[in-house]
T-cell receptor, first 112, second 112 residues
Framework: DSGVTQTPKHLITATGQRVTLRCSPR?????VYWYQQSLDQGLQFLIQ???????AKGNILERFSAQQFPDLHSELNLSSLELGDSALYFC???????????FGEGSRLTVL | SQQGEEDPQALSIQEGENATMNCSYK?????LQWYRQNSGRGLVHLIL?????REKHSGRLRVTLDTSKKSSSLLITASRAADTASYFC????????????FGQGTRLTINP
């Protein structure tokens, strides 16, 4: 158990819909990363927060947004969903940026 | 584009043999990390090597880093069936951004 909790574990929705994925980092970790992993693919970096502030951005689509709240949990919002958004979405936390990442078990999103 | 590129993409060996995976990257790095992922699960951190280190050991794992060639290798000695997984390298760039960028991974299969 990494200490990082992601909900929901599985989500099935239709094209055009909006979903919110939630991440609770390890106790004491200030930094949260979001990654997208499509089938048999590597991890695509989406965005990183540190203590509530956005610190780094990857190839995150404009339809996607994220935030980190004062209690350090983070949410990833995906809107106007397309079939190609079907993927595993991972959250990871770390005590300091670029340090060892602790990953959650992921949220598997299926868009039909 | 991905910073790290693993080679080979897939590797199949017999139990007890050694497995070597390579990672090449493009820009100057702060550190390089190796992670393991069992199918559909969250990634697990294996080892972190800093840019001023050349070799690091952890149990049956040995990681080398050659910054002049921008490459790293992960050696798993005396492989076991339980080592079957995908292995990813991740790099933390020196240039400002705090993101950790992952490669596409090497899929390792250990045959009993």
């Amino acid at each position: 158990d990494s200490g990082v909790t992601q909900t929901p574990k599985h989500l099935i929705t239709a094209t055009g819909q909006r979903v919110t994925l939630r991440c609770s980092p390890r106790s004491g970790d200030l930094s949260v990363y979001w990654y997208q992993q499509s089938l048999d693919q590597g991890l695509q970096f989406l965005i990183q927060y540190y203590n509530g502030e956005e610190r780094a951005k990857g190839n995150i689509l404009e339809r996607f947004s994220a935030q980190q709240f004062p209690d350090l949990h983070s949410e990833l919002n995906l809107s106007s969903l397309e079939l190609g958004d079907s993927a595993l979405y991972f959250c990871a936390s770390t005590a300091y940026p670029t340090g060892e990442l602790f990953f959650g078990e992921g949220s598997r999103l299926t868009v039909l | 584009s991905q910073q790290g590129e693993e080679d080979p993409q897939a590797l199949s060996i017999q139990e007890g043999e050694n497995a070597t995976m390579n990672c090449s990257y493009k820009t100057s790095i702060n550190n390089l990390q190796w992670y393991r992922q069992n199918s559909g699960r969250g990634l697990v951190h294996l080892i972190l090597i800093r840019s001023n280190e050349r070799e690091k050991h952890s149990g049956r794992l040995r990681v080398t880093l050659d910054t002049s060639k921008k490459s790293s290798s992960l050696l798993i000695t005396a492989s076991r069936a339980a080592d079957t997984a995908s292995y990813f390298c991740a790099t933390a760039s020196l240039q400002g951004a705090q993101k950790l960028v992952f490669g596409q991974g090497t899929r390792l299969t250990i045959n009993p």
